[in-house]
């Protein structure tokens, strides 16, 4: 399916989505927090979309903003779309859980949470992955400081 069809679907949904390619080839959706979960919902879901596949989710800081970025696949269309969500709560960042539509996605919100800070409401175990729970601070945050373990050229 071409992304201009895969728009026309889903715009169809959730009227306030923001839709680019960003020069990409991939059809990329920007939704807002209290969108997101009825939209992976239904991008699964629908028969004519059948994202089934959660391949990637990815925390980001964008400096101002906290987001995740998720790439989905449906294995029986052959098509792929990214989805992004973003806050600006820089101290509580959360988002729902999307675990409970593709399974993959918990150990993937956990390293999130655990780099990033980024909360996600309904996860069934959310805590830290790598990192031991006394660390003091989330790494992958552009704001971090770690005046012991930071190299500086």
């Not at 960003?22 to 807002?32: A, D, N, P, Q, R």
């Not at 964008?62 to 987001?67: A, D, H, P, S, T």
């Not at 729902?96 to 918990?106: H, L, P, S």
Request: glycine share 4%.
């Amino acid at each position: 399916m071409k992304n201009e069809a895969l728009q026309n679907i889903i715009s169809s949904w959730i009227p306030e989505l923001e839709f680019t390619e960003e020069g990409s080839e991939f059809l990329t959706i920007s939704v807002k927090p209290e969108n997101l979960h009825q939209l992976m919902n239904q991008l699964k879901s629908n028969k004519e979309t059948n994202f089934d596949y959660l391949f990637c989710l990815t925390g980001m800081d964008w400096g101002k903003e906290l987001g995740v970025v998720y790439h989905l696949e449906s294995t029986t269309h052959r098509h792929i779309i990214v989805v992004k969500v973003k806050t600006t709560d820089r101290d509580n960042p959360e988002f729902d859980t999307v675990c409970d539509i593709w399974k993959t996605a918990e150990f993937h919100e956990r390293e999130v949470f655990d780099f990033f800070g980024i909360k996600f409401n309904n996860h069934p175990n959310l805590k830290r992955l790598f990192l031991t729970e006394d660390w003091d601070g989330y790494p992958l945050r552009k704001d971090y400081v770690d005046e012991i373990n930071m190299v500086i050229k």
